[in-house]
């Protein structure tokens, strides 16, 4: 169906008439042509359409191809996914063939239809398949420092390529990130992406041994978690100030820490939670005594 069709169901389904949905923005014309796809609307007309029946974009979206998501975030996701698939089945041989078949097809894709977001993701997949060799992702970090506003895209490659940029460009992300971001702060959900970008950041600095960033950028979360007042952020606080510990080799404090976060996910009955975080737990121990780096977590929610 096209714009226009489905716009018609939703307006029909929602026992809206043409008139009542028209003003001087859209007429009662303008609309049922566009309806009947005779006519193509500006952006700003269309949205104005959607606001008038109560419908988002991306509830539009929805309903229009099955997701929110664009092309470039589903064929991303089913390249990882295609790597999960491989890396839990446990009793076959890890795909590399059918993996790096698959990440040549985006590569040529994006060669035919560029997509920003494509791009970036390749990089960054090329980015830790040569870890440890020059260059790092100049590119990326070039793009992120030139780009004054930074959207939730922005944020997201941030937190993706953290791990890989050394530390003086971490740090001069960090100090920015919320002076770049500034535009988002209206969005809903902004709040607690900051956060994750800062807790993502406190994990890349402990992965690499730079305890006292790690201790300035959790500082960093816990000032602006006063201000947030997002509950689940301030009870998840203790379990990565637990995180720097333990690699500080503060074992005792450590346990304390996480102890306080697991406790209350406990005590409100957020067992899955409980058990995701007990597990990292677990596995950030065996790693500590190992004389093993820490585990690196990009975060898009806890």
Same mark, same amino acid.
């Given at each position: 169906?096209?714009?226009?069709?489905?716009?018609?169901?939703? $307006?029909?389904?929602?026992?809206?008439?043409?008139?009542?949905?028209?003003?001087?923005?859209?007429?009662?014309?303008?609309?049922?042509?566009?309806?009947?796809?005779?006519?193509?609307?500006?952006?700003?007309?269309?949205?104005?359409?959607?606001?008038?029946?109560?419908?988002?974009?991306?509830?539009?979206?929805?309903?229009?191809?099955?997701?929110?998501?664009?092309?470039?975030?589903?064929?991303?996701?089913?390249?990882?996914?295609?790597?999960?698939?491989?890396?839990?089945?446990?009793?076959?041989?890890?795909?590399?063939?059918?993996?790096?078949?698959?990440?040549?097809?985006?590569? $040529?894709?994006?060669?035919?239809?560029?997509?920003?977001?494509?791009?970036?993701?390749?990089? &960054?997949?090329?980015?830790?398949?040569? *870890? =440890?060799?020059?260059?790092?992702?100049?590119?990326?970090?070039?793009?992120?420092?030139?780009?004054?506003?930074? =959207?939730?895209?922005?944020?997201?490659?941030?937190?993706?390529?953290?791990?890989?940029?050394?530390?003086?460009?971490?740090?001069?992300?960090?100090?920015?990130?919320?002076?770049?971001?500034?535009?988002?702060?209206?969005?809903?959900?902004?709040? $607690?992406?900051?956060?994750?970008?800062?807790?993502?950041? &406190?994990?890349?600095?402990?992965?690499?041994?730079?305890?006292?960033?790690?201790?300035?950028?959790?500082?960093?979360?816990?000032?602006?978690?006063?201000?947030?007042?997002?509950?689940?952020?301030?009870? *998840?606080?203790?379990?990565?100030?637990?995180?720097?510990?333990?690699?500080?080799?503060?074992?005792?404090?450590?346990?304390?820490?996480?102890?306080?976060?697991?406790?209350?996910?406990?005590?409100?009955?957020?067992?899955?939670?409980?058990?995701?975080?007990?597990?990292?737990? $677990?596995?950030?121990?065996?790693?500590?005594?190992?004389?093993?780096?820490?585990?690196?977590?990009?975060?898009?929610?806890?």
């Amino acid at each position: 169906m096209q714009y226009g069709a489905i716009f018609r169901s939703l $307006r029909r389904s929602k026992g809206l008439t043409l008139k009542q949905v028209a003003d001087d923005v859209n007429s009662i014309s303008l609309i049922s042509q566009f309806e009947h796809d005779q006519l193509h609307i500006s952006t700003e007309r269309f949205i104005h359409l959607l606001d008038r029946i109560a419908v988002s974009f991306d509830e539009f979206q929805v309903i229009r191809t099955g997701t929110a998501k664009s092309v470039s975030e589903q064929q991303i996701e089913a390249y990882l996914n295609l790597i999960r698939y491989s890396y839990d089945r446990l009793s076959h041989p890890y795909d590399h063939e059918a993996i790096d078949q698959r990440l040549t097809m985006l590569e $040529r894709q994006n060669e035919k239809r560029y997509s920003l977001q494509l791009d970036h993701f390749l990089q &960054i997949r090329h980015g830790y398949a040569h *870890f =440890g060799h020059p260059p790092y992702l100049s590119g990326i970090a070039y793009y992120l420092q030139n780009v004054d506003q930074w =959207g939730l895209h922005e944020m997201r490659l941030f937190k993706q390529s953290a791990r890989l940029f050394p530390l003086a460009v971490n740090r001069q992300f960090i100090d920015n990130v919320k002076r770049k971001s500034a535009l988002l702060a209206a969005i809903p959900g902004y709040q $607690r992406e900051l956060f994750y970008v800062y807790f993502t950041a &406190i994990t890349a600095y402990i992965t690499q041994t730079h305890f006292a960033e790690a201790a300035q950028c959790l500082n960093l979360a816990q000032r602006e978690a006063k201000k947030a007042e997002l509950a689940d952020i301030s009870i *998840f606080l203790p379990f990565m100030a637990g995180w720097l510990k333990l690699f500080e080799g503060a074992e005792s404090e450590a346990a304390t820490l996480f102890d306080q976060t697991l406790t209350l996910y406990h005590q409100l009955g957020m067992k899955h939670h409980e058990t995701v975080w007990q597990d990292v737990r $677990r596995s950030e121990i065996a790693h500590y005594k190992a004389n093993e780096p820490s585990d690196f977590f990009v975060f898009d929610g806890i």
